[in-house]
Each structure stands twice: as C-alpha cells, then as structure tokens.
C-alpha cells in the first residue's frame, strides 16, 4: 500500500494557477502509475490527469487539456498537477491516487484524503 498525502489547494481567482503536491510514502513510488481526480459539491468524482510509472505517458480529461500538467519525481517521490488559466468550475476536492498498471486499467488502489481548490469568478 501507498500513503498519499496532498497539499497545495486553497483559493484562488478565475485565470489563476495552482500547483497541487502528493508526498507518496510507504512502498516503492515508482512502479505506480499515478492519477488525480476532483469532485465537486453534489457530483461523482471525475478523473483529471494521469501519468505512467515512467512519467512517459499522461492523460488528462478533455475539461482541462492545455491548461493543466501532470509531472512526477521518482526520487522525491511525488507527482504535481500544474493548474494554469484556473476556470470556477474547477472547484473541487482534488485526490491523488495511485495504482498498478492503472494507467491502462483505470483501476486505482490508494487514495489520499484529498485537498479543497476554490477558483472565485
């Protein structure tokens, strides 16, 4: 199992930028593939960005193609989600959460508690 612990949410204004952290601890960080996901108030959670084991691949959801980037450290341990142009329905709880081939299977074992990003119009 992985412990994933976010941070760098907060508030911020329409066209801003965030820049989101996961700290992996526990197993090896570099076999997982890594993915973050947002829910907002009253919605299912939906995936946003995803990147290989390697940092060789990533995928994100079309709502914020171009404007976001998903980046990984496999020294330090940690993958980032770069939030740029930042629009009011990306408000949301952003979780980090990692897996075993997940990149291909969409299936993610680990999770983290989740950080709140607040985009004010």
């Known amino acids: 199992q992985v412990q994933l612990v976010e941070s760098g949410g907060g508030l911020v204004q329409a066209g801003g930028s965030l820049r989101l952290s996961c700290a992996a601890s526990?197993?090896?960080?570099?076999?997982?593939?890594m993915g973050w996901f947002r829910q907002a108030p009253g919605k299912e959670r939906e995936f946003v960005a995803a990147?290989?084991?390697?940092?060789?691949?990533?995928a994100y959801a079309d709502s914020v193609k171009g404007r976001f980037t998903i980046s990984r450290d496999n020294v330090k341990n940690t993958v980032n989600l770069q939030m740029n142009s930042l629009k009011p329905e990306d408000t949301a709880v952003y979780y980090c959460?990692?897996?075993?081939?997940?990149?291909?299977?969409?299936?993610?074992?680990?999770w983290g508690q989740g950080t709140q990003v607040t985009v004010s119009s």
């Open positions: 959460a990692a897996g075993r081939i997940a990149y291909v299977t969409k299936q993610y074992t680990d």
């Open positions: 526990g197993r090896t960080f570099s076999p997982f593939d």
């Open positions: 990147i290989s084991w390697s940092g060789g691949s990533t």
